[in-house]
T-cell receptor
Framework: DTGVSQNPRHKITKRGQNVTFRCDPI?????LYWYRQTLGQGPEFLTY????????KSRLLSDRFSAERPKGSFSTLEIQRTEQGDSAMYLC????????????????FGDGTRLSIL | AQRVTQPEKLLSVFKGAPVELKCNYS??????LFWYVQYSRQRLQLLLR??SRESIKGFTADLNKGETSFHLKKPFAQEEDSAMYYC??????????????FGTGTQLKVEL
């Protein structure tokens, strides 16, 4: 297993265009997370899936953003009508579920998709 | 609300010197803390978590609930320790997931 895989690595687009990113988690991981990281900041939580169910969304996720995980495996994050402020690194992470002995399992991150809005 | 503060953007030490990367947190529940590291041109990866109480690559971190701190320490810095270090706090989400709240990171530079 190569770990969490994200595509594309870079995306450059004009303001107002729609973009879609893909994340393939580690195969046995049922939890999947999206984060956004801007320059000089740590990653910020966007949304969380357990299997195919989207269970939590941050207030950072405006109605222009939508995320799906249709079969509980890969996930997509779509941004409609992109704005300059959407320029950031979009990170995906996955993990196993809670373990009685170990508690919350650590999240494993992908390389991210860097979005640049012209 | 949960918050993580890393006061130093950059920490520069000489090889062989002790290292301490500071992390303070704010959380109303029982905290679960992590240190993640990002080496140049690599992805973010878990370094250690407080629940494990183990030493990884010579690094240790002790959770101090009284001071709400989780500082990362290493007695003797190595050149390969140069990287960006993020402290993160885990918070519960609906359905049992855990949201990580990250600090702004500290860039550690180990000089020869």
């Amino acid at each position: 297993d190569t770990g969490v895989s994200q595509n594309p690595r870079h995306k450059i687009t004009k303001r107002g265009q729609n973009v879609t990113f893909r994340c393939d988690p580690i195969s046995e991981h049922n939890r999947l997370y999206w984060y956004r990281q801007t320059l000089g900041q740590g990653p910020e939580f966007l949304t969380y899936f357990q299997n195919e169910a989207q269970l939590e969304k941050s207030r950072l996720l405006s109605d222009r953003f939508s995320a799906e995980r249709p079969k509980g495996s890969f996930s997509t994050l779509e941004i409609q009508r992109t704005e300059q402020g959407d320029s950031a690194m979009y990170l995906c992470a996955s993990s196993l579920g809670w373990d009685r002995g170990k508690g919350n399992q650590p999240q494993h991150f992908g390389d991210g998709t860097r979005l640049s809005i012209l | 609300a949960q918050r993580v503060t890393q006061p130093e953007k950059l920490l520069s030490v000489f090889k062989g010197a002790p290292v301490e990367l500071k992390c303070n947190y704010s959380y109303s529940g029982s905290p679960e803390l992590f240190w993640y590291v990002q080496y140049s041109r690599q992805r973010l990866q878990l370094l250690l978590r407080h629940i494990s109480r183990e030493s990884i690559k010579g690094f240790t971190a002790d959770l101090n609930k009284g001071e709400t701190s989780f500082h990362l320490k290493k007695p003797f810095a190595q050149e390969e320790d140069s990287a960006m270090y993020y402290c993160a706090l885990s918070g519960r989400l609906t359905g049992g997931g855990n949201k990580l709240t990250f600090g702004t990171g500290t860039q550690l530079k180990v000089e020869l």
